[in-house]
């Protein structure tokens, strides 16, 4: 597993649960380490580890860790540059869904190595979509919806996600569009602000 998400799943519970939450996890876990290193590779073994101790820890399913894994990627301030870079994928929902599909290689132009889940959205309808997540750790899709729910609120869109299990080693989500215009969505400048 690249090392890029190990270390965002290190932030993830660091910023959300404290550096201390985060030593007993590891420690959970069966790991030496306690910090990663973003641009090496670790063994999937150490990633599945992580995740069922964050969950034993926290007395939830793994699921749900990683659903608030995608939350937190596209939500915290210290990691708003994947934000901006998921915001390029059009100015609507809609939009940012069909450039989903593009994602994978838009990823490796800024990190090589870096692989994420083949991503394939088909269009059943106006307001209806599946998606399609395709990787070697099963489970990743919830990272997925956590993305997908946040940037619904992100572009002020109204939608219900649904995990529709694994079809041939291909995890499924279902997406349906209620409103497109629910709520006014959050403010979003093609330049980035020097603060």
């Known amino acids: 597993m690249h090392g890029l998400i190990n270390r965002a799943i290190q932030c993830f519970?660091?910023?959300?649960y404290g550096q201390r939450r985060w030593v007993d996890v590891t420690r959970l876990a069966g790991l030496e380490i306690i910090d990663f290193e973003a641009m090496l590779q670790y063994e999937d073994s150490t990633t599945k580890a992580l995740v069922a101790a964050i969950a034993k820890t926290l007395r939830v399913p793994e699921e749900t860790v990683l659903e608030d894994l995608g939350t937190y990627l596209v939500?915290?301030?210290?990691?708003?540059?994947?934000?901006?870079?998921?915001?390029?994928?059009?100015v609507n929902f809609v939009e940012f869904l069909h450039s989903?599909?593009?994602?994978?290689?838009?990823?490796?132009?800024?990190?090589?190595?870096?692989?994420?889940?083949?991503?394939?959205?088909?269009?059943?309808?106006?307001?209806?979509?599946?998606?399609?997540?395709?990787?070697?750790?099963?489970?990743?899709?919830?990272?997925?919806?956590g993305v997908l729910r946040t940037m619904?609120?992100?572009?002020?869109?109204?939608?219900?996600?649904?995990?529709?299990?694994?079809?041939?080693?291909?995890?499924?989500?279902?997406?349906?569009?209620?409103?497109?215009?629910?709520?006014?969505?959050?403010?979003?400048?093609?330049?980035?602000?020097?603060?």
């Not at 519970?13 to 959300?16: A, F, Q, Y």
């Open 75 to 90: 939500s915290h301030p210290n990691v708003e540059a994947l934000r901006r870079l998921l915001r390029f994928g059009g």
């Open 13 to 16: 519970v660091r910023d959300s």
């Open 152 to 195: 619904a609120d992100d572009y002020g869109a109204l939608v219900f996600l649904e995990h529709n299990g694994v079809k041939d080693g291909v995890e499924v989500i279902d997406i349906t569009l209620i409103e497109t215009a629910f709520a006014s969505g959050r403010e979003f400048d093609l330049g980035a602000r020097a603060e």
């Open 100 to 145: 989903l599909d593009d994602l994978p290689e838009r990823a490796r132009l800024a990190v090589d190595d870096l692989i994420i889940p083949g991503l394939e959205l088909e269009e059943l309808s106006p307001d209806r979509f599946s998606l399609r997540c395709s990787y070697d750790y099963v489970g990743f899709g919830h990272v997925i919806i």
